[in-house]
C-alpha cells in the first residue's frame, strides 16, 4: 500500500470507509484488517495502532488478525504498555480473541516477569473457550527458564504432558538454557540425556547453551568434551561456540589454545567480527603480548572491523600497564580523530581509575578532539579537570581551545584564554597569533588583524607563511587588493612560498 505526501492517515481511513459504505453490505471488514496490518509488516507500528483506533472511532472494528498483528509488533518493538492498552481495547471492543492473542499477551507477561498473573489470565481465555496449546506451554517454559525459575518451568512441562503435548526440541533447549544459567551443569548434562531418550536430536543451540555455562566456570575439560561430542555428532559449531572457547583460553592465559580455534573457526567460513577480535586482543594485552595485540588490531582493520570503544580501551589500558605510553597515545589520538570524543573520555576516567596517569598529549588529545566537533565549552569543561589530574596545560592546550572559540565566533572567551596563558607563564607563541588573525579574517575584522599582525612583530615573533595566507586571503574578499599584494611581497622577502591563489 502506497500513501502519498500529504495524505493523512484520517483521510486514508476515510476514504475506506467510504467506499465501504457504498458496497453496502457487500463491502468487508477485511480491507481495515488489512490497512492495519500493512502498517505493521512495514514496520510502522505506532501507525498501525493509530489507524486502529481510527477505524473503531468510525464504527468499525477490525478483526482478530488485524489486533493480533498490532500486538505483535508492539511486543517486538518492546513497547509493552502500550501493548497492554490495546489489547483492554480490542476485548472491549468485542473482538472474539483467539489463541494467537493469548500466545502474544502469555509472551508479554513472561517478559514482565510477572508471572503471578499467568493463572488468571489463562483462565479469561479458558473462560472464552481459547485453550493454552504447545505454543502457551513453550512461552511459559522458556519465560520461567530464562529468570532461572526451573522448578516452575519443569511444572509447566508436567502440566503440558497431562495435557497430551509432548515437549519438542524448543521446550528442552529452553530447560535446559534455565538449568544452565543456574550452574548446574550437571544436571544440563541429564536434560540433554532425556532428549536423546526420546527421540529428539540435540543441535547447536543444545550444545552451546551447555558450552557457554563451562566457559563461565572455566570447566576447561568440560568445555571441550561438549565441543568433541558435538562435532563428532557432525553438529557443525557456529559464531557463539568459537567465540565461548576462544575467549576461555584467552582469559586463562592459553592463548595457542585461542588462536587454534580463531583458525578453526576462519577454515570453517566463519568471519571473525570485533568480539572475536577483541577478546584475543584482550588476551594478549592481558599477558603482556603487545605486539601480538597489534598484529590482531591491524588485521582486524584489513577485514574491514571498525574498532569501536571497548577494543580502544583493551588495547589503551594494555599499552600503558606495559609502559609504552607513547603508543598508547597514538592510538588514543586515532580513537579521538575518528570522532569518538565521548568514548575517550571514558577511557580517560578508567584509566586514571587503574592508577594510571594521563600525559599531556591524551588530555590535548581530548580537548582537540571537542573542538573539532564544535564544542568548545565541553573542551573547558575538560581543561578544568586537568588540574585536578596534576597535569598542566600547554601551548597546545590553549591554542586549541582558542582555535575552538574563535572557530564558533566566542571572540571573548578566546582572548579570556589569552590572558589566562599568559598569567600561567605561557607566552603567545606565533601559533595562538595565527589562530587569532585567521578568526578576525574569517569574520571580516581586517583592521584587528592587520593589529594583531603587528602586535606578532613588536613581540619578536617571526610570521609564518600561514600568518601570510590568512591575511591575503582576509583582503581579498573584500576587493581590497592593495593590501593582499603588499603582504605578498613581505610572504617572499621572508622567504615563502605563496600559493598565488587570490
Known amino acids: 500500500m502506497v500513501r502519498k505526501s500529504g495524505v493523512t492517515r484520517v483521510m486514508v481511513v476515510d476514504c475506506l470507509v467510504d467506499s465501504y459504505e457504498k458496497c453496502g453490505c457487500g463491502g468487508s471488514l477485511v480491507v481495515f484488517d488489512l490497512l492495519v496490518r500493512t502498517y505493521v509488516q512495514a514496520r510502522k507500528v505506532r501507525e498501525g495502532v493509530e489507524a486502529f483506533r481510527l477505524v473503531r472511532s468510525k464504527g468499525f472494528c477490525v478483526m482478530v488478525n488485524g489486533c493480533n498483528s498490532v500486538l505483535g509488533g508492539l511486543v517486538k518493538v518492546g513497547?509493552?504498555?502500550?501493548?497492554?492498552?490495546?489489547?483492554?481495547?480490542?476485548?472491549?471492543?468485542?473482538?472474539?480473541?483467539?489463541?494467537?492473542?493469548?500466545?502474544?499477551?502469555?509472551?508479554?507477561?513472561?517478559?514482565?516477569?510477572?508471572?503471578?498473573?499467568?493463572?488468571?489470565?489463562?483462565?479469561?481465555?479458558?473462560?472464552?473457550?481459547?485453550?493454552?496449546?504447545?505454543?502457551?506451554?513453550?512461552?511459559?517454559i522458556n519465560g520461567y527458564s530464562r529468570v532461572g525459575r526451573t522448578d516452575e518451568a519443569f511444572e509447566v512441562l508436567k502440566s503440558m504432558r497431562t495435557k497430551g503435548f509432548e515437549p519438542g526440541l524448543y521446550t528442552y533447549n529452553a530447560i535446559l538454557n534455565g538449568v544452565c544459567r543456574n550452574g548446574s551443569i550437571e544436571r544440563g548434562k541429564e536434560i540433554v540425556k532425556e532428549?536423546?531418550?526420546?527421540?529428539?536430536?540435540?543441535?547447536?543451540?543444545?550444545?552451546?547453551?551447555?558450552?557457554?555455562?563451562?566457559?563461565?566456570?572455566?570447566?576447561?575439560?568440560?568445555?571441550?568434551?561438549?565441543?568433541?561430542?558435538?562435532?563428532?555428532?557432525?553438529?557443525v559449531p557456529d559464531f557463539l561456540t568459537y567465540s565461548s572457547l576462544i575467549g576461555l583460553?584467552?582469559?586463562?592465559?592459553?592463548?595457542?589454545?585461542?588462536?587454534?580455534?580463531?583458525?578453526?573457526?576462519?577454515?570453517?567460513?566463519?568471519?571473525?567480527?570485533?568480539?572475536?577480535?577483541?577478546?584475543?586482543?584482550?588476551?594478549?594485552?592481558?599477558?603482556?603480548?603487545?605486539?601480538?595485540?597489534?598484529?590482531?588490531?591491524?588485521?582486524?582493520?584489513?577485514?574491514?572491523?571498525?574498532?569501536?570503544?571497548?577494543?580502544?580501551?583493551?588495547?589503551?589500558?594494555?599499552?600503558?600497564?606495559?609502559?609504552?605510553?607513547?603508543?598508547?597515545?597514538?592510538?588514543?589520538?586515532?580513537?579521538?580523530?575518528r570522532?569518538?570524543?565521548?568514548?575517550?573520555?571514558?577511557?580517560?576516567?578508567?584509566?586514571?581509575?587503574?592508577?594510571?596517569?594521563?600525559?599531556?598529549?591524551?588530555?590535548?588529545?581530548?580537548?582537540k578532539g571537542y573542538c573539532r566537533s564544535r564544542s568548545p565549552f565541553e573542551a573547558v569543561k575538560f581543561f578544568t579537570r586537568m588540574a585536578s589530574y596534576l597535569v598542566n596545560p600547554d601551548r597546545i592546550t590553549y591554542n586549541t581551545l582558542i582555535h575552538g572559540f574563535f572557530m564558533e565566533d566566542e571572540m571573548d572567551k578566546a582572548f579570556e584564554l589569552v590572558n589566562l596563558m599568559?598569567?600561567?607563564?605561557?607566552?603567545?607563541?606565533?601559533?595562538?597569533?595565527?589562530?587569532?588573525?585567521?578568526?578576525?579574517?574569517?569574520?571580516?575584522?581586517?583592521?584587528?588583524?592587520?593589529?594583531?599582525?603587528?602586535?606578532?612583530?613588536?613581540?619578536?615573533?617571526?610570521?609564518?607563511?600561514?600568518?601570510?595566507?590568512?591575511?591575503?586571503?582576509?583582503?581579498?574578499?573584500?576587493?581590497?587588493?592593495?593590501?593582499?599584494?603588499?603582504?605578498?611581497?613581505?610572504?617572499?622577502?621572508?622567504g615563502f612560498v605563496p600559493d598565488d591563489k587570490f
Open 79 to 140: 513497547w509493552i504498555d502500550l501493548a497492554w492498552e490495546v489489547y483492554d481495547e480490542v476485548v472491549k471492543s468485542g473482538v472474539e480473541v483467539n489463541s494467537f492473542t493469548m500466545n502474544i499477551m502469555v509472551n508479554v507477561i513472561c517478559k514482565e516477569g510477572k508471572f503471578d498473573k499467568v493463572d488468571d489470565f489463562l483462565a479469561e481465555f479458558e473462560g472464552r473457550g481459547v485453550m493454552l496449546d504447545i505454543v502457551t506451554y513453550n512461552t511459559l
Open 195 to 235: 532428549m536423546v531418550s526420546i527421540g529428539l536430536t540435540p543441535d547447536v543451540a543444545t550444545y552451546n547453551t551447555l558450552l557457554v555455562e563451562c566457559c563461565r566456570k572455566c570447566n576447561i575439560v568440560e568445555a571441550e568434551r561438549v565441543f568433541e561430542e558435538m562435532t563428532q555428532k557432525n553438529i
Open 249 to 337: 583460553f584467552s582469559r586463562n592465559a592459553n592463548l595457542d589454545r585461542a588462536l587454534g580455534y580463531y583458525k578453526d573457526m576462519k577454515s570453517n567460513g566463519l568471519v571473525p567480527d570485533n568480539v572475536i577480535y577483541t577478546i584475543l586482543i584482550n588476551g594478549f594485552c592481558r599477558h603482556g603480548v603487545i605486539s601480538e595485540a597489534m598484529k590482531m588490531r591491524d588485521e582486524m582493520v584489513n577485514q574491514g572491523c571498525v574498532l569501536d570503544v571497548v577494543t580502544y580501551n583493551t588495547l589503551i589500558y594494555g599499552l600503558c600497564k606495559n609502559k609504552m605510553l607513547h603508543e598508547a597515545d597514538k592510538l588514543f589520538y586515532e580513537m579521538v580523530e
Open 339 to 367: 570522532g569518538r570524543v565521548v568514548e575517550g573520555l571514558q577511557i580517560w576516567d578508567e584509566m586514571v581509575n587503574k592508577g594510571i596517569d594521563p600525559t599531556i598529549v591524551t588530555c590535548n588529545t581530548i580537548v
Open 422 to 494: 599568559e598569567s600561567q607563564g605561557l607566552l603567545p607563541d606565533v601559533v595562538t597569533y595565527n589562530v587569532i588573525l585567521d578568526g578576525f579574517c574569517r569574520q571580516g575584522k581586517l583592521h584587528e588583524a592587520d593589529m594583531i599582525y603587528r602586535k606578532m612583530i613588536k613581540k619578536g615573533l617571526d610570521p609564518d607563511r600561514s600568518t601570510y595566507i590568512s591575511l591575503i586571503n582576509g583582503h581579498a574578499s573584500q576587493e581590497d587588493m592593495k593590501e593582499p599584494f603588499r603582504y605578498h611581497d613581505q610572504m617572499l622577502q621572508r
